[in-house]
Structures are given as structure tokens and as C-alpha cells.
DNA sequence: ATGCCCAGCCATGCTGGA
């Protein structure tokens, strides 16, 4: 079973883009971020007739996440629990029926710029429901996936210039503590487990040729349960979509089960 | 110190992103 994770920052503007690569790496599950799109506006046709099942979970402009599948989704689950008043679509679970069953779940973990502020407080309390959210994921001993735009830069070696967003929401000391903390219960980041290096990057701004100069962050991540991480065969991250015709500020995460 | 670029919107300048 292979899995990506890949924020592709508006469903409307990536949608040639987003079906190229889909055409060309056939993920069996693509978990999307950003789509900025609600439920009804979302373009299932193109998805359906490459033989995907779609389930999405979006809001007007902003945010929104959704599930591909090649294989059966059972259980799908839409939004965090732990706030009945969060009106942000950050979320969503889908059982994928495989060889194994694999518990699948997207997650765009908000910004939380300009630190400190409200925004950082969102960004800290939606981290703290993750993570029970996450206890739980593992008290089930089930082989299951977190992946997603997490908005953190784990260490200084997942950015060029790691001076330059030490005082960002990105990298501040309590959000590195709040990802750490999830890690500590007993998930795995995949691609660390993979590639002990630094230097690999998932994200390059628009602005001031962040791609050109390779001035990026690592901020799309995949966290395995102890049963998904025994399951894992490799962990990769495609950076060549970054140099394409109308692309998105990231790139695909990838990871491939024995499932 | 600030904007750079990009997407979206009952828009033509603003918010949000990271």
C-alpha cells in the first residue's frame, strides 16, 4: 500500500496538475491538503474516473482535506474531536481495506502565525487534541497513519536556513515541545526512520525564488503507530513537482506498507 | 524593517498562507 500526503494549496488551481500526478505515480491513497473547497464544489468526476474513492471534509477558502483511495474506505470520520465549536476543516479518518486494514488519517495542523498570539494558542490547543487523538490511535494496537501538513519544522537540520524561522510558529521551542510530545507516546516519523540526514525538504515559498535557491522546510510529515511502523517498506518525498508548471508550495510525502 | 508570490473571493484590494 503506498500512501502520500500532499497539500495541493486549491483543489480549483491544481486540479491539471494534481491529475498528472496521479496518472504518473498512482499513490493507492492520497491524503490532500488545503483544497479550499466545500463538499459540493469539490470535482469528484476525475478522481472517480481514475477508479479513486473520494471523501472530503472542506470549508469555504480555506483549509479542507480529503481522502483518495484506490482501495475500500470504511469508517470515515470527519474533524477533530476534543472542540464541538471548531468550525475549521483540519481532519479526516478512513479505514483502508487492504491486504491489512490500515487506520488512515489527514490532518492540516494550523499555521499559527503571528507568534504569540491567538493563532499560536489555536495551533497549541489543536496539538494537544491531536495528541489524544493519537493516545487513542495507539491504545488500539491497530496499524495507523497520521499524515499531513503539520506545520512544524521538527529540528534545525529540516530547514536551509533555520535562523530565519527560529522566532516562526514553525519552529518555536513550545510547537517543536507539543510535536515531540506526539512522537514520545511511541509514533514514528517516517521519513526520519528512513533518512537519518538532514537537508530534505517539502515545502519551498513562493516568494524570492525559495525553489531556485532549494531554500525549503520540511513540514509534511507521516507518523506511524508502532503497527504500521513494522509494516513500513520505505519513506520518500518526490521534490520534482515543486519545478513544475503551476505547482504547489509543496511536494508529496510518501510512504509504502506491507498492507 | 518590509515585501517578494500565490489562491480565493458576492474581489479589483484584502485575508491567509508559511
Redesign the pocket.
Known amino acids: 500500500m503506498k500512501i502520500a500526503t500532499f497539500?495541493i494549496?486549491?483543489?480549483?488551481?491544481?486540479l491539471p496538475a494534481l491529475l498528472d500526478w496521479l496518472d504518473e505515480a498512482r499513490p493507492d491513497v492520497a491524503v490532500l491538503?488545503?483544497i479550499?473547497?466545500v463538499d459540493a464544489?469539490f470535482p469528484r468526476d476525475p478522481f472517480e474516473e481514475r477508479g479513486y474513492n473520494v471523501e472530503t471534509h472542506g470549508q469555504?477558502?480555506?483549509?479542507g482535506v480529503a481522502i483518495l483511495s484506490r482501495l475500500p474506505l470504511e469508517d470515515v470520520t470527519r474533524g477533530l474531536p476534543g472542540d464541538e465549536g471548531d468550525e475549521q476543516a483540519r481532519w479526516i479518518e478512513a479505514t483502508v481495506i487492504g491486504e491489512r486494514a490500515v487506520r488512515v488519517c489527514g490532518l492540516?495542523l494550523?499555521?499559527g502565525?503571528?507568534a504569540p498570539g491567538p493563532?499560536f494558542d489555536y495551533k497549541l490547543d489543536w496539538m494537544s487534541r491531536l495528541q489524544t487523538r493519537a493516545r487513542a490511535l495507539l491504545d488500539s494496537e491497530e496499524p495507523a497513519v497520521m499524515a499531513g501538513?503539520y506545520?512544524i519544522i521538527p529540528q534545525d537540520e529540516d530547514a536551509a536556513r533555520p535562523e530565519a524561522w527560529a522566532r516562526?510558529?514553525?519552529a518555536l521551542p513550545e510547537a517543536r515541545s507539543a510535536f515531540r510530545r506526539i512522537l514520545n507516546l511511541g509514533f514514528t516519523d517516517a521519513f526520519r526512520a528512513q533518512t537519518h540526514s538532514g537537508g530534505h525538504y517539502s515545502?519551498w515559498?513562493?516568494?524570492?525564488g525559495a525553489w531556485n535557491r532549494n531554500d525549503g522546510?520540511r513540514?509534511d510529515h507521516v507518523l506511524l503507530t508502532p503497527q504500521a511502523a513494522d509494516l513500513m517498506t520505505d519513506c520518500w518525498i518526490d521534490p520534482g513537482l515543486r519545478g513544475r508548471e503551476?505547482p504547489s508550495?509543496?511536494v508529496p510525502v510518501w510512504v509504502e506498507l506491507e498492507a
Not at 494549496?9 to 491544481?14: E, M
Not at 469555504?60 to 483549509?63: E, L, Q, V, W, Y
Not at 515559498?205 to 524570492?208: L, R, S, V
Open positions: 497539500n494549496n486549491g483543489i480549483k488551481a491544481r491538503q488545503e479550499k473547497s464544489a469555504k477558502s480555506f483549509n492540516y494550523p499555521n502565525n503571528p493563532k501538513d506545520n516562526d510558529a514553525l515545502f515559498d513562493y516568494q524570492a522546510i513540514i503551476k508550495d509543496h
